[in-house]
Structures are given as C-alpha cells and as structure tokens.
C-alpha cells in the first residue's frame, strides 16, 4: 500500500506562484509513475501533470504547460508541482496519484492523495 500526503497549497494573487508537495508513505513511490489532477468545483477531475518514474520525462496538459514543472526525488520519496503564473482557472483541489506508468487517465491511477486546496484570485 502507498500512502500520499499533499501539501503547499494555498491562496495567491494572479500571476503569483505556488510549489506543491507530494510524499509517499508505506511502500515507496520510487517504482511508480506519479500524477497530479485537480479537480474544480462543479467540473471533472482532470489531469494536470506525470512524471515517470525515473523522472525522465514528464507530460502536461495543455493549459498549463510553460507555467507548471512536475519533478520528483526519489531519495525523498516526494513529488513537486512548481506551478508560476497562476491564474483563476487554476483553483481546484490538487491532487496526487501514483500508477505503474505515466497515464493522463485517473482511472489508472491506484493511489491517491486527499488533496490540497488552490486558489487564485485576481
């Protein structure tokens, strides 16, 4: 079993800039691919970002590539999301999730964490 703890999260102005945190408990995190979503309110939960889990390479959604860099150590068995140039469309709880390879689908995700909140005010 994996257990994932979301942090960083918070309130910023447009443009501000936020880093999340994602550490695995239990088993380590270091053999799977790692997600983050978010969800908004009244809106699906949608994907976000993956790493592999080597941390070689990485997907985005579209939304928010240039703005937002998922990285990972593994030594530390966390996950970040530096996220800069926030924007209102960016509040929703963020979360984040780990599969046996780096999927935009959250279905495929086992593990998840309960969330952190986002919010960005102009």
């Given at each position: 079993?994996?257990?994932?703890?979301?942090?960083?999260?918070?309130?910023v102005?447009?443009?501000?800039?936020?880093?999340?945190?994602?550490?695995?408990?239990?088993?380590?995190?270091?053999?799977?691919?790692?997600?983050?979503?978010?969800?908004?309110?009244?809106?699906?939960?949608?994907?976000?970002?993956?790493?592999?889990?080597?941390?070689g390479?990485?997907?985005?959604?579209?939304?928010?590539?240039?703005?937002?860099?998922?990285?990972?150590?593994?030594?530390?068995?966390?996950?970040?999301?530096?996220?800069?140039?926030?924007?209102?469309?960016?509040?929703a709880?963020?979360?984040?999730?780990?599969?046996?390879?780096?999927?935009?689908?959250?279905?495929?995700?086992?593990?998840?964490?309960q969330?952190?909140?986002?919010?960005?005010?102009?």
């Amino acid at each position: 079993q994996v257990q994932l703890s979301e942090s960083g999260g918070g309130s910023v102005q447009v443009g501000g800039s936020l880093r999340l945190s994602c550490t695995g408990s239990g088993r380590p995190v270091t053999t799977y691919s790692m997600g983050w979503f978010r969800r908004a309110p009244g809106r699906e939960r949608e994907f976000v970002a993956t790493i592999t889990h080597s941390g070689g390479a990485a997907l985005y959604r579209d939304s928010v590539k240039g703005r937002f860099t998922v990285s990972r150590d593994n030594a530390k068995n966390t996950v970040y999301l530096q996220m800069n140039s926030l924007k209102p469309e960016d509040t929703a709880v963020y979360l984040c999730a780990a599969a046996q390879g780096p999927y935009t689908n959250p279905q495929l995700y086992a593990y998840w964490g309960q969330g952190t909140q986002v919010t960005v005010s102009s």
